[in-house]
């Protein structure tokens, strides 16, 4: 969408019908929306960032053209823009012009993209982990059966000891397999 706004407090005089799409509001309520209603389209925490941008394009001061901004459309629904803007004439007057397009979706698809990159090396790093702890404790056990045969029966605590500890290893492997199966 685009928008020319003049003055301060600012006033949109125009707006093209793509933005009616990304707001909700058809040309003629933006183009007569008042400063508060104006206002009020600015999601609230974002609101002195743009309209402090506005204002330092409307009076040339050195500003980035190009960031991200909130709104609030008419249907109550948040939306995320990417608003390139800069300073014009119109009308024989100083006004800014400013381009809008709705990133929401795209934002929230890298989001969920970048979530599931996180589980994937959540997975991998507690796959190799698992692998770490797994082979030692697969010597472990061999060593652990190894005692119980040469001692086989002769030593009850030794066999004791044997059972007690595959027992202890063999919940440690399935803790470490379950933990690798929720990564």
Same mark, same amino acid.
């Given at each position: 969408?685009?928008?020319?706004?003049?003055?301060?407090?600012?006033?949109?005089?125009?707006?093209?019908?793509?933005?009616?799409?990304?707001?909700?509001?058809?040309?003629?309520?933006?183009?007569?929306?008042?400063?508060?209603?104006?206002?009020?389209?600015?999601?609230?925490?974002?609101?002195?960032?743009?309209?402090?941008?506005?204002?330092?394009?409307?009076?040339?001061?050195? $500003?980035?053209?190009?960031?991200?901004?909130?709104?609030?459309?008419?249907?109550?629904?948040?939306?995320?823009?990417?608003?390139?803007?800069?300073?014009?004439?119109?009308?024989?007057?100083?006004? $800014?012009?400013a381009t809008f397009i709705d990133i929401t979706d795209r934002k929230q698809a890298q989001r969920q993209l970048l979530r599931s990159c996180k589980l994937a090396s959540i997975g991998a790093l507690s796959a190799g982990i698992a692998h770490?702890?797994?082979?030692?404790?697969?010597? $472990?056990?061999?060593?652990?059966?190894?005692?119980?045969?040469?001692?086989?029966?002769?030593?009850?605590?030794?066999?004791?000891?044997?059972?007690?500890?595959?027992?202890?290893?063999?919940?440690?492997?399935?803790?470490?397999?379950?933990?690798?199966? $929720?990564?």
């Amino acid at each position: 969408g685009v928008v020319i706004a003049q003055g301060l407090p600012p006033r949109m005089v125009f707006a093209n019908s793509a933005l009616t799409a990304i707001t909700g509001y058809c040309v003629e309520e933006l183009t007569s929306l008042s400063p508060k209603g104006l206002t009020n389209l600015i999601y609230p925490e974002d609101r002195e960032m743009f309209f402090q941008h506005y204002q330092d394009h409307l009076t040339g001061k050195s $500003v980035i053209p190009h960031y991200e901004v909130r709104i609030t459309r008419k249907d109550g629904m948040t939306r995320l823009l990417d608003i390139v803007a800069s300073k014009i004439e119109y009308a024989g007057q100083s006004a $800014v012009q400013a381009t809008f397009i709705d990133i929401t979706d795209r934002k929230q698809a890298q989001r969920q993209l970048l979530r599931s990159c996180k589980l994937a090396s959540i997975g991998a790093l507690s796959a190799g982990i698992a692998h770490q702890i797994n082979n030692p404790l697969a010597l $472990v056990l061999m060593y652990c059966e190894f005692l119980r045969r040469i001692f086989d029966s002769e030593i009850t605590s030794v066999d004791e000891f044997v059972k007690k500890t595959r027992k202890h290893i063999k919940n440690l492997e399935a803790a470490v397999e379950r933990t690798v199966n $929720v990564g």
